[in-house]
T-cell receptor
Framework: NAGVTQTPKFRVLKTGQSMTLLCAQD?????MYWYRQDPGMGLRLIHY???????AKGEVPDGYNVSRLKKQNFLLGLESAAPSQTSVYFC????????????FGPGTRLTVL | GENVEQHPSTLSVQEGDSAVIKCTYS??????FPWYKQELGKRPQLIID?????GEKKDQRIAVTLNKTAKHFSLHITETQPEDSAVYFC?????????FGKGTRLHILP
């Protein structure tokens, strides 16, 4: 099993450009999450999903959109990238049962110029 | 919403000594508290977790304690080793959200 994978690993964007980050998991997990990690700020929750077709806002949702059309995939979109969105983005997934371990993807390093 | 505070932000200990990292949370309904370790350039990985109906949990050199009344929980690492050097994150879960603290960078000094 590949676990949680993220595409791409690195990306450089210009201000105003758009892009989509893909997260895929092969563990049949119901819950999926997107976090951003900035120096000294820890992991901040952007959006999450508790199942196919459902999404919800986290701590810092502004400037991002998400979709969960398939159970195994969770997409994070930036419609008009800003330098403040320069960060490392981590996806994570967990089983439906409460209090289970989050499995993280390897991360995507995004730079917005 | 939930807010998780973590201290200290940086911690240096001599190899072989103990390290303690503390976290507080704001939402009394939070019921699950994991700790993650992140090595440089790697993804966070779970090292230990505790549920709200338990006061303490131990796994070899790592232990976590939870005080629900005071809404704080702590990570204890004994007999620290060089490979313990990393950033450690605490987190609290309420319903479907898991909120993380800002992390503690642990340095193990030779």
């Amino acid at each position: 099993n590949a676990g949680v994978t993220q595409t791409p690993k690195f990306r450089v964007l210009k201000t105003g450009q758009s892009m989509t980050l893909l997260c895929a998991q092969d563990m049949n997990h119901e819950y999926m999450y997107w976090y951003r990690q900035d120096p000294g700020m820890g992991l901040r929750l952007i959006h999450y999903s508790v199942g196919e077709g459902t999404t919800a806002k986290g701590e810092v949702p502004d400037g991002y959109n998400v979709s969960r059309l398939k159970k195994q995939n969770f997409l994070l979109g930036l419609e008009s990238a800003a330098p403040s969105q320069t960060s490392v983005y981590f996806c994570a997934s967990t089983r439906l049962a409460k209090n289970n371990e989050q499995f993280f993807g390897p991360g995507t390093r995004l730079t917005v110029l | 919403g939930e807010n998780v505070e973590q201290h200290p932000s940086t911690l240096s200990v001599q190899e072989g000594d103990s390290a303690v990292i503390k976290c507080t949370y704001s939402d009394s309904a939070s019921n699950y508290f994991p700790w993650y370790k992140q090595e440089l350039g790697k993804r966070p990985q779970l090292i230990i977790d505790i549920r709200s109906n338990v006061g303490e949990k131990k796994d070899q050199r790592i232990a976590v304690t939870l005080n629900k009344t005071a809404k704080h929980f702590s990570l204890h690492i004994t007999e620290t080793q060089p490979e313990d050097s990393a950033v450690y994150f605490c987190a609290a879960r309420r319903d479907d959200k898991i909120i993380f603290g800002k992390g503690t960078r642990l340095h193990i000094l030779p």
